[in-house]
Every structure is written in C-alpha cells, then in structure tokens.
Nanobody, 121 residues
Framework: QVQLAESGGGSVQAGGSLTLSCTASTYIYRMAWFRQPPGAEREWVGSAATGGITQYTDFVKGRFTISKDDDKNTLSLHMSNLKSEDTAMYFC??????????????????WGQGTQVTVSS
C-alpha cells in the first residue's frame, strides 16, 4: 500500500502562482495530478513516470509544470498564470507500471485526500 499526501493548496488571485506537492510513502513508478472543479467530474491535469516524459492536458500547457523526484518520492505541480477556472480540489494519484493510459483515473491505484486551490478574479 502506498500513501500519498498533498500539500500546498490555498487561495490566490488570478494571474498568481501556487505550487502543490505530493509525497509518497515509498517509490512509485507513475504519479499524476487530477483535479475536480466544483460540480464537475474529476479530470486529468498531467503525469510523470520514471524514465519517461511528462504529459499535460491541453488547458494547462505552458502554465503548469510537473516534476517527479524519485529520490524524495515526490511529485510537484507548479501552477502559474492561474485562472478562476483552475479552482478545484487537486488530487495526487500513483500507479505501479502497467496500463499506458496515463490520463485515465482507473489507471491509478493510490490516491491522496486532495488539496483545495481557489483562484479569485
């Protein structure tokens, strides 16, 4: 069992920046960020795997940066130029090697509790 703990959420004004961190209890191959806006479905933000490239959904490309540190078992999400539509609960997820469907929530076995990000305009 892998435990994930997110931190770094909060409130920020539009155009600002925020960095989220996720710490895993042990090494894990693939980690990802998902988010769930109010009243909406959970959606994939981006993911990274050991030795692989980092992928992003289109609506965050150029604004968000994901970094995976296998020495520290962490995944960070640096968000810049935040918009009100980025307001959501952000979740860290993780998976052992297996499915290549990195954007699907069903690929991920382990989930954090989430951290709230609120962007005010």
């Amino acid at each position: 069992q892998v435990q994930l703990a997110e931190s770094g959420g909060g409130s920020v004004q539009a155009g600002g920046s925020l960095t989220l961190s996720c710490t895993a209890s042990t090494y894990i191959y693939r980690m990802a960020w998902f988010r769930q806006p109010p009243g909406a479905e959970r959606e994939w933000v981006g993911s990274a795997a050991t030795g692989g490239i980092t992928q992003y959904t289109d609506f965050v490309k150029g604004r968000f940066t994901i970094s995976k540190d296998d020495d520290k078992n962490t995944l960070s999400l640096h968000m810049s130029n935040l918009k009100s539509e980025d307001t959501a609960m952000y979740f860290c997820a993780a998976a052992h090697p297996g499915s290549p469907q990195y954007a699907l929530s069903s690929t991920y076995t382990f989930w954090g509790q989430g951290t709230q990000v609120t962007v005010s305009s």
